[in-house]
């Protein structure tokens, strides 16, 4: 497929994430990053989405789950509403045993996803852990304090939902 595609960036930039997703379905992270690492840069506007979850997938595969959080909490930051980006930060969190960050992230994806009352107990999940004196050895504060106003946020939201019935 390379060798067809030479002639036209777009069609070996296509073509490379094709190769990508197929090393991914075979669980090979080290090819799929590999192949992400032989991406034509620039990634062009429209593909930075596709470019940063699959490289962020490679990474998580080949062992470099720190490398893929890092990169991936800046764009959730942008993209508050990118349900994938956040599972795929959970993920990478419990890759490198960051539970409270892991169970927080997935809740983010459940708000991404409207889905405020799954939402609410992972958030609460993540409260108590918090509150464990044992919660992965040292408790993040800054995350405790960002878990409790989303709580509060989301449980906010679930009320006003429910008296629009």
Known sequence: LDAATAADEAATRLARLGAIELALERQD?????QLVQRLPAPVPQGLARTHRLL??????????????AQPLQLWVADHPRD???WQLLSIAYTAQGQTLRAIRADAENRVAQLDFQAALDRFKAAQELARRPAAGG???????SIIDTRLRQVHSTLREQASER
Request: hydrophobic share 55%; glycine share 6%; net charge negative.
């Open 138 to 144: 040292q408790a993040d504060h800054i995350e405790a």
């Open 29 to 33: 992270g080290v090819q799929a990053l």
């Open 55 to 68: 490289a962020t997938r490679a990474q998580i595969m080949a062992g470099q789950a720190a490398e893929a």
């Open 83 to 85: 349900a994938q980006a």
